[in-house]
Nanobody, 124 residues
Framework: VQLQASGGGLVRAGGSLRLSCAASGRPFSSYAMGWFRQAPGKEREIVAASSRSGGSTYHADSVKGRFTISRDNAKNMGYLQMNSLKPEDTAVYYC??????????????????WGQGTLVTVSS
């Protein structure tokens, strides 16, 4: 599967963005997915994850209540809705997918397929 992330940009603190992850090559419904981010000088961290059906989701404590992962398997799309953005959310965001986990929820970083990043910059 190939993944293409989009939707990043510059936004003021308190604002919102929706990131999209377009999957191609194979049915996205076969893949668990995750959103990750990497800020300058920091290690990559998981932000949110979804089982392949979307029935189970995970959100990191740092984004819980502000970010929401979702997917539309019929459209081969994944999303990350980001509300109440903070300057510390500034990072390159990546979507990732893997077929290994079935319909289980996996919130680690062992995903086999990665999209290119999309930059989110939150100004104070």
């Amino acid at each position: 599967v190939q993944l293409q992330a989009s939707g990043g940009g510059l936004v003021r603190a308190g604002g919102s963005l929706r990131l999209s992850c377009a999957a191609s090559g194979r049915p996205f419904s076969s893949y668990a997915m995750g959103w990750f981010r990497q800020a300058p000088g920091k290690e990559r961290e998981i932000v949110a994850a979804s089982s392949r059906s979307g029935g189970s989701t995970y959100h990191a404590d740092s984004v819980k209540g502000r970010f929401t992962i979702s997917r539309d398997n019929a459209k081969n799309m994944g999303y990350l809705q980001m509300n109440s953005l903070k300057p510390e959310d500034t990072a390159v965001y990546y979507c990732a997918a893997d077929r290994y986990y079935g319909d289980s929820l996996y919130a680690g970083d062992e995903f086999g397929y990665w999209g290119q990043g999309t930059l989110v910059t939150v100004s104070s």
